[in-house]
């Protein structure tokens, strides 16, 4: 064979192989929601098997079983859906990759889940229906069933359209439909349905401001100074220092009570001590980490990007301490009932329970949360880690002044309703700047008010969808979980 015939052969060769080689990307990009999925449902099949295992032969194991199965699809959509809140604007902002953003807050939801998750859940999720109606033992486990596979079923596909929703709020339509398909409309106090309504606009709105007013605060004493890295030495301490007080507050409230009673001010006496000292340790380091940085807004993000991995890592812990119940309690009130024969207003959450809800959370995440994190990171409107900073310090303050004010609240809002009122605090701002060039330009060279106004930095597709979506959880779960509860009672007949 002549050297041009093997110099062919070879490029024939060449030529067969990357063909093999973009078959084969093609392939497990198809693949890889289907990998997924196999995963979820090897996961959902442990943990029933294990439920099982544990229950043994007692009575009523099988609805032990299938319950756990519930659970465990539940804690996957909201590893999937709700972390993506704490992590997007940090993975947005690049900060951390999206690797690096899953390994942390698998392990702080986890963390969060198994130290400070509660030994106790509420069984009636917060009142809303009336205890009386749902006595008898049977009736209680189908209505806990139904609310629990309804809510897993409206956040799954919350996620598939890339909306983020309250899984909160998910649990709690499920529980209020079950329980009008099995008691009629007077079991529900519409009080309290009144009072979780209004934090549809509460959240998003106390989330959107704070976030805003943080963002105005920093470009006023940091960004529009003459002196950047100066005025950064002294205010990125202070804003720690408020990040520190605004969780220590909260972790007080959450993780110490089950060694003692922890009371608001109490809390926030704890707050303000951590927030002082952290404040004062981070004086040094952030000298330290300006050194030789130009006076540049660039600069100014490098300042931030450490303080925004611990708030996004502190969130990923408070959202386990706080959300993992809304995966295991019904299962939790389910085994109760299964044990005692009773229903009860508050049970206790078995260690195996609660472990479920934990690996499950950081499974979903792993598997199909980069969705969601991409969306609220990237997609809302583009965040660099001041921005994103003030998210997360939003999120943070919010939670403790909603539950010193008593107001019903949901996290995921406020952290979306956040990056919103950043998104659109900029759009105010950058227009308001745009007024005031127009005006040293000569007529010529001005840009048109029409155009102005298109040059939108907040997607308004996405504002409509997560708006739409948030109005029509309770009641679209609570449709799902009636159909869920007459199908779960036509089965057990």
């Keep these: 064979m002549s050297e041009q015939d093997g110099s062919y052969s070879w490029q024939t060769l060449d030529r067969d192989l990357n063909r093999l080689s973009r078959l084969e990307a093609a392939t497990m990009y198809a693949s890889r929601p289907l990998i997924g999925a196999g995963l979820s449902l090897l996961f959902v099949g442990v943990a029933a098997i294990a439920a099982g295992l544990i229950v ?66 509420d069984t009636i999720s917060k009142g809303i229906v009336a205890p009386e109606s749902l006595a008898d033992s049977r009736v209680f486990v189908t209505a806990m069933m139904a609310a629990l596979l309804s809510a897993a079923l409206w956040v799954n596909l919350a996620t598939f359209i890339g909306a983020p929703v309250s899984t909160t709020h998910s649990v709690v339509g499920g529980v209020m439909g079950a329980g009008i398909a099995a008691a009629g409309l007077g079991a529900v106090s519409w009080t309290t349905m009144s009072a979780i309504a209004a934090s549809w606009v509460i959240s998003p709105a106390l989330g959107g401001i704070i976030a805003a007013a943080m963002l105005a605060f920093i470009k006023w004493k940091v960004i529009y100074v003459e002196d950047k ?33 922890i009371d608001m001010p109490t809390a926030l006496m704890i707050g303000a001590a951590i927030g002082t000292l952290c404040a004062s340790a981070s004086v040094p380091l952030i000298r330290h980490q300006s050194n030789g940085l130009e006076n540049r807004n660039r600069s100014l993000k490098v300042l931030f990007r450490m303080p925004l991995i611990i708030s996004a890592a502190l969130l990923s812990f408070a959202h386990g301490a706080n959300d993992v119940a809304n995966a295991v309690g019904p299962l939790a009130a389910i085994v109760y009932a299964q044990e005692t024969g009773g229903a009860a207003a508050e049970v206790a959450i078995p260690v195996w329970v609660m472990l479920i809800g934990a690996i499950g959370i950081s499974f ?42 008593g107001l019903p609240v ?84």
């Design 364 to 405: 979903g995440l792993m598997l199909f949360g980069p969705k969601l994190i991409q969306m609220v990171g990237n997609q809302i409107t583009k965040l660099n880690p001041m921005r994103a900073y003030c998210v997360a310090l939003s999120a943070a303050v919010t939670v403790i002044a909603a539950s010193w004010l």
């Design 56 to 121: 043994g032969q007692t009575p009523g194991a099988i609805f032990v079983v299938v319950a756990a199965a519930f659970g465990a699809y539940m804690a996957l959509n909201i590893g999937a859906n709700d972390v993506a809140n704490n992590m997007g604007p940090a993975v947005g902002a690049r900060a951390l990759s999206m690797a690096g953003a899953i390994a942390i807050a698998a392990i702080c939801e986890s963390a969060g889940a198994l130290l400070a998750g509660g030994d106790v859940v």
């Design 229 to 261: 890295i100066a005025a950064a030495r002294i205010w990125v301490p202070v804003l720690i220092g408020l990040m520190a007080a605004a969780f220590a507050s909260y972790l007080a409230l959450k993780g110490l009570k089950h060694v003692m009673s």
């Design 410 to 493: 949901s996290s995921t809002h406020i952290a979306v309703g956040g990056v919103f009122g950043v998104g659109f605090f900029r759009e105010w701002h950058a227009e308001r700047r745009a007024r005031m060039i127009q005006d040293t330009r000569p007529a010529a060279r001005r840009v048109p008010s029409e155009e102005r106004r298109r040059r939108k930095l907040v997607r308004r597709s996405h504002f409509l969808t997560i708006a739409a979506a948030w109005v029509i959880t309770v009641p679209a779960a609570a449709g799902l979980s009636a159909i869920c509860f007459l199908a779960l009672s036509f089965v057990s007949i």
